[in-house]
């Protein structure tokens, strides 16, 4: 059965990094794994692979899981092959899915997940879930062999999601942005993440986790609140 959590963001208000999200990645890894692979493939732009470990390893080893990033291993599909878990970090979604495509590495992961290997992503990580990367918030400043993604899950989702302008803004707002996306794509739906808030994939469902309620945006302007703590059939939206 899969076990997928597709995080929003590894922040929340001003909490430090991952502080948030201690009951949400035991939800998924707890009596399942003792170590997982990290995938830093979203980062390693203005800071290195290197230092993206040793930001993300210590919250792990305080949960008693072992971490060790994919970048340390000569063969990143034998390292897939052989992980007991996966996390993918956020950064830049486009620069992670070309590198992911460049590794080899998509098709063996989206095996290995449909066959229950656990996977943990935030932000970027959580874009790739999905069918395509095209609700991502990212600029792309890679371009990769494709727009299509781990397909997961039968739909798209929207991390970090906000609602509204901030003062002075002219540019669209983040609900209109996904009515151009729905308007192009009537066939699809998005579900919007806000912050802190996750989506935990088991099998054919999904429970929302967190303090907020997630967002469900249908073609024409609906909008479904998704409420904290409630589970709904992946195939119902």
């Keep these: 059965m899969k076990q997928i959590l597709m995080m929003?963001?590894?922040?929340?208000?001003?909490?430090g990094f991952l502080a948030h999200a201690d009951d949400q990645v035991h939800a998924v890894l707890r009596g399942r794994v003792?170590?997982?692979l990290f995938v830093p493939y979203a980062g390693g732009i203005t800071f290195s692979y290197d230092e993206y470990e040793a930001?993300?390893?210590p919250m792990f080893d305080r949960l008693g899981y072992g971490l060790e990033s994919i970048h340390r291993h000569q063969d990143?599909?034998?390292?897939i092959e052989q992980a007991q878990a996966v996390v993918v970090g956020g950064g830049n979604t486009?620069?992670?899915?070309?590198r992911m495509y460049n590794a080899g590495i998509v098709g063996l992961l989206r095996e290995r997940v449909?066959?229950?290997?656990?996977?943990?992503?935030?932000?970027?990580?959580?874009?790739v879930v999905c069918p395509t990367i095209r609700t991502t918030n990212d600029?792309?400043?890679?371009e990769p062999p494709t727009l299509k993604a781990l397909n997961l899950i039968p739909f798209q989702v929207n991390p970090h999601f906000i609602s509204g302008k901030p003062a002075g803004h002219n540019g669209e707002s983040r609900e209109e942005r996904l009515a151009e996306y729905l308007a192009i794509n009537p066939d699809e739906s998005v579900v919007g993440i806000p912050e802190g808030t996750a989506l935990h994939v088991q099998g054919e469902n999904a429970t929302v986790l967190g303090e907020f309620d997630a967002?469900?945006?249908?073609q024409g302007g609906a909008v479904d609140k998704i409420a904290t703590g409630s589970t709904f059939a992946l195939a119902s939206i």
Excluded: E, T
């Design 76 to 79: 990143a599909r034998a390292a």
């Design 114 to 127: 449909n066959a229950g290997m656990p996977y943990v992503g935030w932000s970027a990580g959580a874009n």
């Design 215 to 218: 967002l469900h945006f249908r």
């Design 94 to 98: 486009f620069a992670l899915l070309d």
């Design 8 to 15: 929003s963001s590894s922040r929340k208000g001003n909490l």
């Design 34 to 36: 003792k170590s997982v």
């Design 139 to 142: 600029m792309p400043i890679v």
């Design 55 to 57: 930001r993300v390893k």
